[in-house]
């Protein structure tokens, strides 16, 4: 019978001869995969041409996909360029919000044809506005036949173009922020303001500084 430590020897000489067995092993699986970033090699070890690859594509951090403009239905009734009732599925071209939640601060805009974007409040109608073809999915500024805002203080909707809105008030908006409620009338709008609180500012006013100081949404890529 073995001596133990002869039979100590053997067993590590075998524990060593295992190890050695399975690193040989994972180093041939090694060789064999493919992992991102890395180009195969070919059974004499220079890269296999056939099966290259170049390092994946660095997809963007924060992508936004635009939400479609929806076809006017001749079955509705309404004039093509008339506004039209928020459907309550509906969302923002800009900020992916849905107008119908809070029908005070709607607007939408109406293209020739007849399609229609709706906007969540007029924040984000002239934030449109200004970048039509980033959030519009090919339209342009051209093809725009008609801009709504609703009067904050009836509900009825009102050319955009000639509402005065109050920036600066106490009113949180959709997007919980100042969002430029809409009036029909000057007066209105100061009224509102004695109230609330902020300036009333026509619409022609309303530039790209304004908008940008308005801006609290995370950066997208459209």
Not at 38 to 64: F, I, K
Not at 80 to 99: E, I, K, L, S
Not at 189 to 209: C, K, L, S, T
């Amino acid at each position: 019978m073995p001596a133990p430590a002869a039979r100590g020897s053997a067993r590590r000489r075998w524990l060593i001869a295992a190890a050695a067995g399975s690193v040989a092993a994972a180093a041939a699986l090694l060789g064999r995969m493919h992992l991102p970033g890395m180009q195969p090699r070919s059974p004499s070890g220079s890269p296999a041409g056939s099966l290259s690859r170049s390092p994946p594509a660095q997809l963007p951090a924060e992508l936004c996909v635009v939400a479609p403009a929806l076809p006017y239905d001749p079955a509705s009734g309404l004039p093509p360029h008339a506004p039209r009732p928020v459907p309550a599925d509906a969302r923002c071209p800009v900020c992916g919000m849905y107008p119908a939640r809070d029908l005070r601060w709607a607007a939408q805009v109406i293209y020739a044809d007849g399609a229609v974007h709706f906007f969540d409040s007029p924040l984000t109608l002239h934030q449109f506005l200004r970048d039509v073809e980033l959030y519009s999915g090919g339209r342009s500024a051209a093809d725009i036949a008609a801009r709504w805002v609703t009067d904050f203080e009836t509900g009825a909707w009102i050319d955009a173009g000639l509402a005065f809105h109050v920036h600066g008030s106490d009113a949180p908006g959709p997007m919980r922020a100042g969002n430029l409620p809409a009036f029909a009338s000057q007066a209105a709008a100061r009224r509102f303001a004695q109230v609330h609180g902020g300036r009333v500012v026509p619409a022609a006013a309303i530039d790209r500084a304004l908008l940008q100081a308005l801006d609290s949404r995370s950066r997208h890529v459209h």
